[in-house]
Structures are given as structure tokens and as C-alpha cells.
């Protein structure tokens, strides 16, 4: 399984998958970060609250399926432990891999709706198909 879960997941396993799932795919976090992260993924939709997340946080790391990365002044950076990924089940990703499955799904998206972008906006994206294009070697 690449890129977010599906909604059927979240529903299904609910914010201490979700984090697990974000944790394991994009490396440690503040829980401020995985808020955002949420709220980035589900496009406005859901930003869960504090007040649900470092619960889940802390319930998650007395069991032991993450634990803190580094402290840098009062930010805690969560990590993923090998508990977390064998009870998560989901494999391990780096951050490049995270980035293009990001990037893909984002690339649909903008496809999809492609007729209600403004022209400036297709403007920009032609520009970075023209980046891609070129790094990529590709003759077109």
C-alpha cells in the first residue's frame, strides 16, 4: 500500500492509525506536524485537535509503538518503533518514496480537475511538467 489510506481506514482504525501510518511513511514528527499533516492529506477536511492527538501520542508510546525520536527545546519528535510497523502492517517507506506517492496523488488530483484550474495555475503546472520533462530525459 503507497500514498495516504484510503477513508475507510481512518474511519476503520481511527487517529492512532493515522499517526502510526504518517510516522512510519514520513519519519518523526511533532504532534503539531502531524496535525498539519492530517489536515494537509484530508485537503482541509479533518484537523484533528490537540486535545485528541497527544492523548493518542502518549497512549501510543506506553504502548511502546512509538517512542521520541529527540526533544529539541519543548518539541517532541515521534518516531514509528518496529512494534508500531508489525502492528501498523504496513511497510516501511522512505521519505523519497513518500514524496513521490504524495506527488502522484497530487498529480490526479490536478488532472481531475484540470477545467476549474485558473490559467495561471496551468501556467505553473506546465512549467514543472517542463522541469520533469527535462530531468527526466524525455523526448517529447
Excluded at 26 to 44: F, K, N, V, W, Y
Excluded at 54 to 75: F, Q, S
Excluded at 96 to 112: C, G, K, M, P
Aim: aromatic share 10%; charged share 25%.
Amino acid at each position: 500500500m503507497h500514498g495516504p489510506p484510503p477513508h475507510w481506514f481512518i474511519k476503520r482504525r481511527g487517529l492512532k492509525y493515522l499517526i502510526l501510518y504518517l510516522l512510519n511513511s514520513r519519519g518523526p514528527m511533532t504532534g503539531a506536524q502531524i496535525i498539519d499533516e492530517i489536515e494537509r492529506l484530508s485537503m482541509g477536511f479533518w484537523r484533528p485537535s490537540p486535545g485528541s492527538v497527544y492523548p493518542a501520542l502518549e497512549e501510543l508510546e506506553t504502548d511502546g509503538l512509538i517512542r521520541v525520536a529527540r526533544v529539541e527545546g519543548t518539541k517532541k519528535y515521534y518516531e514509528v518503533t518496529e512494534s508500531g510497523k508489525a502492528f501498523l502492517g504496513l511497510p516501511s517507506i522512505d521519505k523519497t518514496t513518500a514524496a513521490i506517492n504524495d506527488f502522484v496523488s497530487l498529480a490526479r488530483y490536478i488532472i481531475d480537475n484540470w477545467d476549474s484550474l485558473s490559467e495561471p495555475d496551468r501556467n505553473r503546472v506546465r512549467e514543472v511538467l517542463k522541469d520533469l520533462v527535462k530531468a527526466a530525459n524525455i523526448q517529447c
